[in-house]
Each structure stands twice: as structure tokens, then as C-alpha cells.
């Protein structure tokens, strides 16, 4: 039995925090563009479309890791990458999509990390997949691998797109 | 020699640890122990076995942060309790909430027990039933045959 048990909890990663926001509505928030601080960005401006939300930062190094894994998934022109930058400084952020390439419609700065503590943001980076009725449907913490991105995620979004009332 | 003594004599130091909580000032004692209470008893998600109050991550000072401010604005330790949950979920509880997907947790140690008791006492049970068992006759004859020999 107790074979069993180590069994399941060596499978099991506590990192992995179920999110309450499953089949939930997506939390509001407005915050201005990061190349634009003038245009505001709220997850309605999204309705009807299946979208993603990255939460990223400069700062972060798995954030730069998963990067070429987000450019490959926007290359695939599914679904609109939006990212939320947190608690970020602007100019690094700027400097950081520049160097590395952009894959993302826009991004959000979430500068104080409030909108993050909204999305039971943790663990940088996150991405959270939206729905036509701006229903969360899925959340990945950390980043997203190659495999992942091939064997969940795109397959995901394309589910989700054919549901299209 | 000199740099010697000095690291020598360091090694005899202690510095206090430094503390994690900020300065708050509330406006009575009973706000400063509700928000003692209450950072006590979240979890705090980026190292997860420290709560809200031990913790130095980043996270832990923004929801210390968000619970101070809840306080003084006069909510209700439910309604910051709530406010946590629906955001990170069962999981930021220390106490998790007793329902259908928390019942494993709260029922699973006692129906373990439970088994336990049960195999311990068929164990016994049948331990007790089985007779000795009885000698057969060859069996017999060489304990007789053993005993009666002379020494």
C-alpha cells in the first residue's frame, strides 16, 4: 500500500495547483498596452475568438525558454497570444521582445502584479486558454514545452474553435 | 594572524534573524491579531510549505499586502478568506474546507485505520481457530521412543 502511495505522489507535482478559474469566467481587468499606453487591453476586447493568455517578465528565465515555443504556436496562427507582462519594467520588456522576437498580439502591463494576484497568478510563466464566451478552459504552469505545445495545447485550441456556436 | 582572530572571533557572532513582516499600524489591537491570525493560516503558493507570514517570496508580501489593505477596509475575515480561495484555490488554506474533493483528505487516514483493524483482527481470528495439529501415529511413536530413551 504504501508503495502505492509513493507511487502516486512521485507522479503527482505539487507545483501543480488546480485552478479555481477551470470553466470560469475569465477575471476582468484593464491595463494599458505595452507598445501603445495609451490603449487599454481587457480580456472582452476577445470575445468570440479563443485566445491565450501568457503571463510573462523579463526577468524570468523559464519565461525565456518557453519563448521559442510561444513564437512556433504564433506561427501557427490559431489563436491570438496575449501577454501579461508582470511586474516588469517596461523598458526591459521592450528590450526583451525586441532581442528575442514578439510572438504576442500585444501585452498588458501588469506592473504591481495586481491583475496576476486576479488570475491566481504564482509562478511565472503561466498560460491560460480562453474560450469564444471568455471561459477559461485550461491553465499551464511553468513553461510550455515543444511536446506539450504539439500534444495539448494546439490540439486544445482547435477543439475549442470548432465549438463555435 | 590579525585577519585570523578577526574571522576567528566572527565565528562567535550571532545576528538576530531578521524578521519578514513588515511595519503595519492598525487602527485597533483586534485588526493586528485578525491579520496575525490570517497570515498565519494562508499558504503562501511560491514555496509551499511556509505560510503568508514566514515567507519572503515576492507573492507572500503582495498578498500580505492585499490582506492588510482588506482588513483596514473593513472586510470580514470570510470575505478575505473567499477572496484568496477563489483566486488560488482550496490550496492556500492550511485547514482545507471539508467537500467532495477534499473528503480523501479528511476521511482517508481513518479508513486506512479502519482497514487496518480489520486485517489485524482476521489475522487473529483465524490464528486462534486453527487447532494445534494433532500428531499422527508415526509422529507418535518417535516422540514415545525419543522420550524413553535412556540417557
Known sequence: MLVVFLGIGLKLDPREVPSPFIDKPAPEFSLPSLHNVDVNLSPQDFTGRVWLLNVWASWCVACRAE?????????????????????????????????LGDPYQSSAIDVDGKVGIDWGVYGVPETFVIDQQGIVRYKHIGPITAEELHSTIIPLVNTLRQNKA | MKHFLIIWSLLFVSFPAQAVIEMRTFADS?????????????????????????????????????????????????????????????????????????????????VLLGLGILGLALVIRRRNRTPDEALSDVERTQVRHLLDRDD
Open chain 1, 67 to 99: 519563448h521559442e515555443v510561444l513564437k512556433d504556436l504564433a506561427r501557427e496562427d490559431i489563436a491570438p497570444i496575449i501577454g501579461l507582462n508582470y511586474k516588469d519594467r517596461p523598458g526591459d520588456a521592450k528590450r526583451w521582445l525586441q532581442q
Open chain 2, 30 to 110: 483586534a485588526q493586528e491579531d485578525r491579520y496575525k491570525a490570517l497570515i498565519n493560516e494562508l499558504r503562501c503558493l511560491v514555496c509551499q510549505n511556509q505560510n503568508l507570514a514566514d515567507s519572503n517570496a515576492d507573492l507572500a508580501k503582495d498578498l500580505r499586502e492585499q490582506t492588510y489593505k482588506m482588513i483596514t477596509s473593513g472586510a470580514s475575515d470570510a470575505e478575505i478568506v473567499n477572496y484568496m480561495v477563489a483566486r488560488y484555490g482550496d490550496f492556500v488554506l492550511y485547514r482545507p474546507p471539508f467537500k467532495s474533493t477534499t473528503l480523501p483528505l479528511w476521511i482517508g487516514p481513518f
